[in-house]
């Protein structure tokens, strides 16, 4: 298991205040964070830009050293014994980087199997199981340079796997991928905490594919950690209310004060929109109830046609800005 | 830590053939070529072949063109192994590669270690031409003691290799590579016996040097060169070289260790 216990991050930043005065800055980028990765489990990190995500990502991975706290993987110290840490884990990052693009994708991954100190058969193997799996066969003995974005993308998928780790942390890893690709991205990680056992931490601005993906969810505000839950319980928690979208041609005074009586009974809320043309009534109704079936039975009483019907329930990301907001409040 | 140095040779060789630094390559030579062209028309026409009474008292030879020639291109050659081995870890940072390379467990003696080795294919090819033009300038080898010179060029190397750990920490702490390694190497040329004995220089630069491996380099060599003298001679030099080559190795490996750590801190705050 990966537990993060305590952990805080400083960094000082140089501010040049004249042509020979500079003064450092403090700044906390993660403040006594604490949490679990088990395998087979994936754990979302959320939160705004600058929230101490890719911060923690780099600690967890041996590329920074905490201020205070310890991380340990499986029994592990990732600053004492970092070098058993980075062979039990790896990172992959969205974007282009992290490979070298006058090789190929497999002397690439030959490249870093080696630095991983990988037997030469053993490495063989897995570099041509792992292009397989990505679908980089035909392209395996191609420069990187000459790659699309996907493929490069894809690459770094099997760079990030190259040394089979037990944890493996995704830094935005669909960021800037069309989205048939992100989603085959989505289904791969999901095979590998669900079959191959593997922990899975991500970091994502796509809230979709946090509730897609994530067992558990860590919401993290200026460094802190503010909630931990699972996306469902998470979103229920901070947003108990469904919103019910009816659009009806007309709505005449007796149906709506039929309605609003109806609603008062369950607490809902109501809104009523014309469209601009004229031709249709939206009727927006806010509950913690569910009263769907009560609502049409009446419209259907009053012989009202419902032209659509929308049920929308919360969502992860309604939840996270809402509290972003409370807590700029 | 073999594997690391197996790999990244193989990956830089790679590199190499598919995208040749060809600018490097010629800069390098022409570099060495320029010094060997104006100690010669400067010694022709300038001096008109009339050396100072001390020279050969400093330098141990009546024979300023060959001494030149091959300060010149032992120069070069040094130049080329600082300069390649020393960028190696800023550029990995400027291709975006750095971070995953420090994400493996891998040695960094051993990367290092790849590193130099391949450049020397390039290097030892630019030396030879350096030398090859000398030669047909007048450099003699007439009492040239192979083995000799073969072991203070391996021993070279090495010196080279590990004032290259150092300053390659110092330019990765700064992020430039322009002015931290030309600094060093308008120093080395003029401190460590390049075109002129060191007992020419004032006494306050002694100092410099004796910082520089060059300097009992270049001095071994020419021993087993130009006077055809076996390590016996150069004893004193060899262990000034292996003494520079275990300080440098010690203080870059652990600078290099401490300056991933600040660069990835500076990157990131």
């Known amino acids: 298991m990966l537990i993060v216990d305590g952990v805080s991050k400083v960094y000082q930043s140089k501010v040049r205040e004249k042509l020979w005065k500079t003064t450092y800055k403090e700044v906390k980028a993660v403040e006594d964070l604490s949490f679990q990765i088990e395998p087979g489990k ?101 420069p990187v340079e000459q790659y699309s974005k996907g493929m490069k993308q894809r690459l770094q998928i099997a760079r990030g796997l190259i040394n089979d780790p037990k944890y493996l942390f995704l830094d935005e890893p669909t960021l800037g991928l069309d989205a048939p690709i992100a989603k085959h991205l989505r289904s791969y990680v999901k095979t590998l905490a669900k079959e191959k056992n593997k922990g899975v931490l991500l970091t994502s601005h796509y809230i979709d594919e946090v509730e897609e993906l994530c067992d558990e969810v860590y919401i993290l505000d200026k460094g802190r950690l503010i909630l931990h839950d699972t996306p469902e319980r998470l979103t229920a928690s901070v947003f108990k209310e469904n919103s019910l979208h009816i659009w009806v041609p007309a709505l005449p005074n007796r149906t709506q004060k039929e309605l609003e009586k109806l609603l008062r009974t369950y607490h809902a809320k109501m809104e009523i929109k014309q469209s601009i043309d004229l031709e249709e009534i939206e009727i927006i109704i806010k509950t913690e109830q569910e009263i769907t079936s009560s609502v049409l039975a009446l419209l259907s009483n009053h012989q009202l046609t419902v032209l659509k019907l929308v049920v929308e329930q919360p969502k992860l990301e309604d939840a996270i800005l809402h509290l972003a907001e409370r807590r700029i409040g | 830590m073999l594997q690391t140095a197996k790999a990244t040779f193989h990956r830089n060789m790679i590199s190499m053939i598919r995208a040749y630094p060809w600018s490097f390559f010629l800069s390098h030579i022409l570099s060495g070529i320029y010094t060997v062209l104006f100690a010669y028309f400067t010694y022709t026409y300038v001096f008109e072949g009339v050396l100072d009474s001390r020279f050969s008292n400093y330098a141990g030879t009546n024979d300023y063109l060959s001494y030149v020639f091959l300060g ?74 192979f083995l000799s010179a073969i072991f203070i060029w391996f021993c070279a190397v090495i010196g080279f290799f590990s004032q290259a750990l150092l300053l390659g920490s110092v330019m990765l702490y700064f992020r430039d590579t322009y002015i931290t390694q030309n600094t060093l190497f308008v120093t080395m040329a003029f401190v460590s016996g390049v075109t002129f004995p060191i007992g020419y220089l004032p006494e306050w630069v002694a100092p410099l040097s004796w910082m520089m491996p060059l300097t009992p380099a270049l001095e071994a060599f020419r021993h087993s060169v130009l006077e055809g003298q076996g390590l016996a001679a150069s004893g004193s030099q060899l262990l000034h070289l292996s003494f520079l080559s275990f300080l440098y190795l010690i203080v870059g490996s652990l600078g290099i260790k401490k300056t991933e750590k600040i660069v990835v801190e500076k990157i990131f705050s």
Not at chain 1, 81 to 94: E, T
Not at chain 1, 99 to 123: C, M, P, Q, S, V
């Open chain 1, 42 to 142: 994936i754990i979302g990190l959320l939160g705004m830009n600058g929230a101490g995500k890719t911060t923690t990502i780099k600690m967890c991975t041996t590329l920074l050293e905490p201020n205070s706290g310890s991380i340990t993987v499986d029994g592990y110290d990732a600053v004492k014994d970092d070098r058993k840490v980075k062979s039990l884990v790896n990172m992959i990052a969205g974007g282009e980087r992290m490979l070298y693009w006058r090789l190929t994708g497999r002397e690439n991954l030959n490249y870093f199997g080696n630095l991983y100190g990988i037997k030469e058969a053993t490495l063989k193997q897995r570099i041509d199981l792992l292009l397989k799996e990505v679908g980089l066969e035909d392209a395996a003995d191609t």
């Open chain 2, 72 to 145: 010149g291109a032992l120069f070069s050659f040094a130049v080329s192994t600082l300069m390649n081995v020393s960028r190696s870890l800023i550029t990995e940072q400027r291709e975006g590669t750095l971070e995953a390379l420090l994400l493996t467990p891998s040695s960094r003696k051993g990367y290092f270690l790849g590193n130099v080795t391949q450049q020397i294919t390039r290097t030892l090819l630019e030396f030879l031409i350096i030398l090859i033009f000398a030669f047909l300038l007048g450099l003699q080898f007439k009492h040239i003691h």
